[in-house]
């Protein structure tokens, strides 16, 4: 997820605490494989040989895909009084943080994550290195197997 220039789509069905690599554009999951088009994860992506990142596309298929965009690192300094800071303000529309290399201390604030981000408990006075991001909801597009790619589908934003 190192790329925080841009948006990277993800199939929402996929969306878990494990998933296939995150990708430029939806139309990076579409491939035809034996006459068939597929919802599958790209070829270069290491992903491709999980069986259940894999299913049929049909032609007008709805399928909603969430985009993802990271704001990279930041440093949390908590105080013993529980008040926090940080070296450098996230974006507002940041919906999710985590302490970098433990995702299991996601939070869905700066305050959610200093009052349970250490497997349930607070964390203690110091200072640790958080990674901040955002997800959208998820947003249908339309199969045109025409063309082999995803179109926003209409009422869409």
């Not at 990076?28 to 088009?37: A, E, K, L, S, Y």
């Amino acid at each position: 997820m190192a790329n925080e220039a841009g948006k990277l789509w993800c199939p929402c069905e996929w969306a878990d605490e494990i998933m296939p690599s995150l990708q430029s554009s939806p139309d990076r999951f579409v491939d035809r494989i034996d006459g068939q088009w597929k919802l599958i994860p790209p070829a270069d992506s290491g992903d491709r040989e999980i069986d259940w990142y894999c299913r049929d596309l049909e032609d007008g298929q709805v399928v909603e895909f969430m985009w993802h965009e990271g704001y990279g690192s930041r440093i949390l300094t908590v105080n013993v009084d529980r008040t926090f800071s940080l070296d450098r303000e996230i974006p507002d529309n940041t919906t999710h943080v985590c302490l970098a290399g433990d995702f299991d201390a996601l939070a869905g604030s700066l305050g959610e994550l200093v009052a349970s981000g250490d497997l349930g408990m607070p964390l203690e006075a110091g200072e640790y290195e958080i990674l901040a991001y955002f997800w959208s909801d998820g947003v249908p597009f339309r199969f045109d197997a025409a063309s082999g790619v995803f179109r926003l589908s209409p009422g869409s934003n």
